[in-house]
């Protein structure tokens, strides 16, 4: 930043008035950057900043992991590192390779549920609906990887769930190296699942039967970092998964 000064003269009081001189001649001040990680500069452009739904309650305090707890049966991992830094959820394997579910304590019936996720490019991960303690659910697929599928329904250890396709390419509605907004609805008995990816609709799925474990017609939300190994290649070294909201509607 110059310190340089211009001076203007002030008749009014018969002296010296000192103004910068950016401001003497009307040129626009720059406006103030923020850092990112690494100490680089964060990209501005339209992020709006983190936002909350009207109707929606968030059940990530941006402080800690209350209301939340690690899934120590799912076949995925059962020591992922989930720890909170700036206000994030910030997930990785650990040990490298394994993976896992990070499961809210309370139970959910009928619901919608809000996220802005910024995973790094080549992770999976996932949003579990309606979870059992080991992660068996109906899974929104967010497999950002190449050939992966956002916003896709899947049955997570469930059997039967089939015919899910998507209303519209994630890729159209993505942004890459941004943050984004996935909301999942699911409601009735026989799950109707319908997903929106930055407010736009990718999926609207209705289940033939309840394929839930168990009949079950609630359970928790998770949130999942999918293992990997040398056969099946869905995590890259050092990377991770961001949270930065995580919020619910209950419906009726």
């Known amino acids: 930043m110059s310190k340089s000064l211009a001076f203007a003269t002030c008749a009014a009081i018969g002296g010296l008035l000192l103004i910068p001189a950016s401001r003497a ?131 997570e250890n469930l059997k039967g769930v089939t015919g899910a396709k998507a209303v519209r390419p994630w890729q159209e509605v993505w ?12 409601e009735g008995d026989s799950p109707h699942i319908t997903v929106w990816i930055n407010d736009q609709l990718v999926m609207d799925f209705t289940d033939s039967a309840n394929h839930a474990a168990n009949n079950a017609t609630d359970g928790m939300i998770a949130i999942q970092m999918h293992f990997s190994d040398e056969k099946v290649k869905r995590w890259v070294d050092g990377g991770f998964w961001r949270w930065r909201v995580i919020a619910v509607k209950e419906l009726p």
């Open 25 to 155: 001649v009307g040129i626009a001040q720059a406006p103030a950057t923020t850092v990112g990680q690494a100490g680089t500069p964060a990209p501005t452009g339209d992020d709006p900043g983190p936002k909350i739904p009207d109707g929606f309650t968030s059940i990530f305090n941006g402080k800690d992991l209350s209301g939340w707890h690690v899934s120590k049966t799912n076949h995925h991992g059962t020591t992922p590192d989930y720890h909170v830094q700036h206000g994030l959820i910030v997930g990785t394997q650990n040990p490298q390779g394994k993976g896992g579910i990070l499961l809210t304590d309370k139970t959910y019936k009928n619901f919608e549920v809000y996220l802005e996720i910024k995973p790094d490019w080549g992770c999976d991960g996932g949003l579990f609906l309606r979870s059992t303690e080991k992660g068996e659910a109906y899974q929104v697929t967010l497999d950002y990887l190449p050939g992966g599928s956002m916003g896709g329904i899947y049955g």
């Open 175 to 186: 942004k890459r190296e941004a943050w984004n907004s996935v909301r999942a609805r699911i």
